[in-house]
């Protein structure tokens, strides 16, 4: 069974602060990482994708990868009240595109 | 606006009753999915489609059935709902290649079996 983990929070951060979003993943030869953030009532939306060990930076968001470690994590810069959502992790396993999806970590920003 | 197109948005069921959530992609995507979303369970795999003529089945595909119409559509059938069907449904596209490519996701039909 390929599991993704994250701690479903919530994660709560002020205003401006960096808000530090982390998820485990147990199949080693896991190779597409991404990350969707899902509005209350509406779909998940896309936001990161992240294949090799490294930071990828788009615009505030910085996905961080690490393979050895088995974790990937999702920066938010300068949080924002509109930040406020439940982002989610997916990883494709080795050996298929399809992800296996976590259950997501809600995050709040206030003001 | 590109993207994926779900129908209907809301409905409700009774027991027995069966159903089809349409959806539809503009985008040329080869493969697409169908997710339920239930409270503390995530995202949950029902059946997919790699390629128009091929459906595989994924991790609760128990009580649907789906038909890849064409390349653009691809439909969801409850033939006789049953109350723990109850969910938010998400259809989705993708261009899957070796590396995997993320998702575009509908805006869901939230479906209340009663």
């Known amino acids: 069974q390929k599991e993704v983990e994250q701690n479903s929070g919530p994660l709560s951060v002020p205003e401006g602060a960096i808000a530090s979003l982390n998820c485990t993943y147990s199949?080693?030869?896991?190779?597409?990482f991404f990350w969707y953030r899902q509005y209350s009532g509406k779909s998940p939306e896309l936001i990161m994708s992240?294949?090799?060990?490294g930071d990828k930076e788009d615009g505030r968001f910085t996905a961080q990868l690490n393979k050895a470690s088995q974790y990937v994590s999702l920066l938010i810069r300068d949080s924002q009240p509109s930040d406020s959502a439940t982002y989610l992790c997916?990883?494709?396993?080795?050996?298929?595109?399809?992800?296996?999806f976590g259950r997501g970590t809600s995050l709040i920003v206030h003001p | 606006n590109a993207g994926v197109t779900q129908t209907p948005k809301f409905q409700v069921l009774k027991t027995g009753q069966s159903m089809t959530l349409q959806c539809a992609q503009d985008?040329?995507?080869?493969?697409m999915y169908w997710y339920r979303q239930d409270p503390g369970m995530g995202l949950r795999l029902i059946y997919y489609?790699?390629?128009?003529?091929?459906?595989d089945k994924g991790e609760v595909p128990n009580g649907y059935n789906v038909s890849r119409l064409n390349k653009r559509e691809f439909s969801l059938r409850l033939e006789s709902a049953a109350p723990s069907q109850t969910s938010v449904y998400f259809c989705?596209?993708?261009?899957?290649?070796?590396?995997?490519?993320?998702?575009?996701f509908g805006s869901g039909t939230r479906l209340t079996v009663v």
């Open positions: 989705a596209s993708s261009e899957a290649d070796a590396t995997g490519n993320g998702y575009t």
């Open positions: 199949d080693r030869g896991s190779q597409s």
């Open positions: 992240i294949y090799s060990n």
């Open positions: 997916a990883v494709s396993p080795g050996g298929s595109y399809i992800p296996t």
């Open positions: 985008m040329n995507h080869n493969s």
């Open positions: 489609s790699a390629s128009e003529g091929t459906t």
